[in-house]
């Protein structure tokens, strides 16, 4: 875990090869990243001030179901996800779950620590990860020389909660339906960002875990994704999603009652059943 983990930035001395070459050697091991690969990771410029092959943040994997950081452990490191899935969730005196967010790749990790120096949430690997590491004394005595690089930072970790209020809004504003349908579509969102299919993905999360962000039951997620299914807005294959109509999930506020939604869809399957088949109308026609 982290106490058996090196948390630092490495400053390459000017006796080594040159910091470019140095990176680069590292990066093949999936060890170190210089700070522009970091800042493209999180989508922001580059602080021009900076040198940015001197600094060289250290990267950690953990394996699916492995602790990133534990609630009430010391804070004194920034995540940066390189690759992998993962949950940050709140446990209450009985040992509940609350999930709080599931960070992917180019989100940052354990900002709620800042605060009171200790992190207030736990972290969770949901499958085979990837972390880059940034020592908070470290990342502030950088923002104090280097104002850009600072400014850039506030604006990530304002990001994460601008997020955090998104999901607090939605779930006070949206049926059920509306909120697992909104889920849908901003995770089809996010895989285009990182360049995989928007169309067809699978899920890290369990439906449990689901219903635990959007404040429902393990039920309703499941009857809901189902219902999808059933109206074709998209396929289901235990964790593998289809999304067949992403404009619908997005504007979409309530589902039918299921009696209405059979009748719908007896009604469609006998439409299309009476319909000729298209290789069949030229000899309708020449009939006619």
């Not at 690997?125 to 506030?154: Q, W």
């Not at 909660?161 to 939605?170: C, D, H, P, W």
Request: hydrophobic share 40%; aromatic share 6%; net charge positive.
């Amino acid at each position: 875990m982290l106490s058996t983990q090196t948390s630092e930035i490495r400053s390459v001395p000017s006796t080594t090869p040159s910091p470019s070459m140095e990176a680069g050697r590292q990066r093949q091991g999936r060890l170190w990243s210089n700070l522009k690969e970091v800042c493209d990771l999180l989508h922001i410029p580059v602080a021009g001030s900076v040198n940015t092959d001197e600094l060289l943040f250290q990267h950690v994997q953990f394996k699916t179901g492995q602790r990133i950081h534990t609630i009430g452990q010391p804070f004194d490191t920034l995540y940066i996800v390189n690759s992998g899935f993962l949950k940050t969730v709140l446990i209450d005196e009985f040992g509940n779950e609350q999930v709080l967010s599931f960070p992917m790749k180019g989100d940052m990790l354990g900002v709620d620590g800042i605060h009171t120096k200790h992190y207030s949430s736990e972290a969770v690997a949901l499958s085979d990860c990837d972390l880059i590491l940034l020592p908070f004394k470290k990342l502030t005595a950088l923002g104090r020389i280097h104002l850009e690089l600072e400014n850039v930072m506030y604006g990530v970790m304002s990001r994460e909660l601008v997020r955090e209020q998104a999901m607090i809004g939605m779930l006070g504003a949206l049926s059920a339906e509306a909120r697992v349908a909104r889920f849908l579509v901003a995770l089809a969102e996010r895989f285009a960002q990182m360049g995989y299919s928007s169309k067809l993905f699978n899920l890290r999360m369990t439906r449990h875990e689901i219903g635990s962000y959007l404040g429902l039951t393990l039920e309703t997620v499941s009857r809901t994704l189902s219902a999808f299914n059933e109206i074709g807005l998209i396929s289901v294959d235990q964790r593998t999603i289809g999304i067949k109509d992403a404009d619908a999930l997005k504007t979409l506020r309530r589902l039918p009652p299921s009696r209405s939604r059979a009748k719908q869809l007896a009604a469609s399957k006998s439409k299309s059943s009476s319909e000729p088949h298209p290789a069949a109308l030229p000899q309708l026609l020449a009939a006619i």
